[in-house]
């Protein structure tokens, strides 16, 4: 076997995900010296402070600088793989690298879904690498089939749990009946949670993620501000209960769709919000900090993909797989696909995606409340799937499903229930996807 000379890293950022690629390569160095060809010689690793206690680290300590910047220009570096996060200093760094032509591998979904297109014109400037499989579902190889095995294909949907903090807390609210704060606090400690976790619980995370799926899925350029978003910190105990009592549980989805919209244009919507899905559904047995993610394409039919999407080992892995595919290019004089996005489809807003919601009300017990209440549904041409209803007197309660209908009607049926005196309260309102 003809080893070429070493392949040099710059590692930026040292934490959960960074300290999972040190042990990896130390770990993997044979196997990925005999897969790439090269060598594969860690230049160094920047890092917030030095003296930081790194001693279980495989690697020479004289290799931390807090010169993050330095350390990109250095002309020995020939990847930059960026596990920080955020979105400034990182883009400063990363389009630096690019410009110079040096390949990056970054799992920064915060930065690709605010400004990816800043990355990736700077590699199209310097005709560099810009792989970041790691940023969306972790371990799962998602991104390279989206922008690779199904480039002859024509995607229409995306759908998934591709959050894993998230997944983890609703699994254990539903599982257990655990409080939502001490969920949190074990995903934290399990290396799942951002640096900020109201990045996942308010669904910022999921929804950069999903606008880096629909930029891929449908060669548009989609931006986190083009996500519509509902973190699930609102999922209560009882709407879980609620839940269950109609063989359902409450999932964060990330939902991505083509389609024409009134006018007939084709156009783009992506969302992200809690649904109420039935436990018949696939994505409802995806449990623990597990992702899985349903790809429905004209020619392929559904697909899914599933596995570890959080978590610094998990993630390690797919940072890695790019750095092999970032070194092969480099060896062999390539680049990998560049941005597609001729597409430029227009994104429809959230009030014309069709949708279905779960309404719950307390209710005043008296003739004429189920008329009153369909009325409302009925000036909204919205359709009614089922009423149940449940209590009596004071503790009287409505639970409606309703069929399909632009999420503009549905929202407005919600505030005109609001208005009918005989509504005591609205005690919930969930989306329902998936049959239920
Ligand atoms: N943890 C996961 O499960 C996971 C999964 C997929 C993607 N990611 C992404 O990977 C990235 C890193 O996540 P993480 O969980 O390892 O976070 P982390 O907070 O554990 O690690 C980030 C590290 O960067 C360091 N840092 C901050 N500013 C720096 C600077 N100016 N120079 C050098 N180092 C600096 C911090 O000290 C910290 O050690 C983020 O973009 C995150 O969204 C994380
Ligand atoms: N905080 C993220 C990490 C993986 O991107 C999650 O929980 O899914
Ligand atoms: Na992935």
């Known amino acids: 076997m003809s080893v070429s000379k070493p392949i040099r890293l710059a590692l930026l950022g040292c934490g ?12 993997q160095a044979e196997d990925l010296t005999a897969r790439i060809g090269a060598p594969l010689e860690v230049a160094g690793i920047a890092v917030r402070r030095l003296g930081r206690e790194r001693g279980d680290l495989p690697i020479d300590p004289g290799l931390f600088t807090t010169d993050a910047l330095g350390l990109v220009k250095r002309d020995d570096v020939d990847v930059v793989i960026e596990v920080v996060g955020g979105i400034e200093p990182a883009r400063t760094w990363l389009v630096e690298a690019l410009r110079a032509g040096k390949s990056v591998v970054t799992a920064n979904k915060a930065l690709l879904a605010e400004d990816g297109a800043a990355l990736h014109d700077a590699a199209a400037e310097g005709g560099a690498d810009l792989y970041y499989e790691a940023s969306v579902a972790g371990a799962i190889p998602l991104l390279r089939p989206l922008r690779e095995s199904l480039h002859g294909d024509r995607v229409t949907r995306v759908t998934g749990i591709v959050n894993g903090t ?29 640096a ?33 978003r509902e973190g699930m910190t609102g999922v209560t105990a009882g709407d879980m209960a609620s839940a269950k009592e109609m063989g359902c549980t409450i999932k964060l989805l990330c939902i991505a769709e083509r389609g024409p919209d009134e006018s007939g244009q084709e156009s783009v919507s992506v969302r992200v ?16 900090a597990f992702n899985a993610v349903f790809i429905e394409a004209d020619a392929a039919g559904q697909l899914m993909f599933y596995g570890r999407g959080a978590g610094g080992m998990p993630t390690a892995s797919a940072v890695l797989g790019d750095i092999v595919a970032a070194a092969r290019n480099r060896l062999a004089g390539t680049r990998a696909p560049s941005e597609s996005n001729y597409a430029q489809l227009p994104i429809r807003p959230i009030g014309a995606a069709m949708t279905r919601y779960h309404i719950s009300l307390d209710v005043a017990e008296r003739p004429g409340v189920l008329a009153a209440v369909a009325g409302v549904f009925a000036q909204h041409e919205v359709s009614i799937a089922t009423v149940r209803q449940s209590g009596r007197a004071e503790d009287a309660k409505l639970v409606i499903v309703t069929h399909g209908a632009p999420d503009a009607n549905l929202a407005a049926t919600v505030e005109d229930l609001g208005r009918l005196d005989i509504v005591r309260s609205i005690a919930s309102v969930l989306r329902v996807e998936g049959g239920a």
Do not use: C, Q
């Open 16 to 27: 959960t995900v960074g300290s999972e690629v040190v042990r990896l390569l130390h770990r």
């Open 166 to 194: 998230t997944n983890f807390i609703l699994s254990s609210m539903d599982a257990t009946g655990a409080g939502f704060s001490e969920a949190l606090d074990e995903a934290g400690e399990l290396g799942y949670a951002e």
């Open 196 to 228: 900020d976790p109201t990045a996942d619980v308010e669904g910022f995370d999921a929804a950069a993620k999903a606008a880096i799926l629909a930029s891929l899925a449908f060669h548009s350029r989609v931006t986190a501000a083009d996500v519509f």
């Open 273 to 288: 919000h809690p649904a109420m899905i039935p436990r018949s559904h696939p994505l409802a047995g995806v449990g623990d």
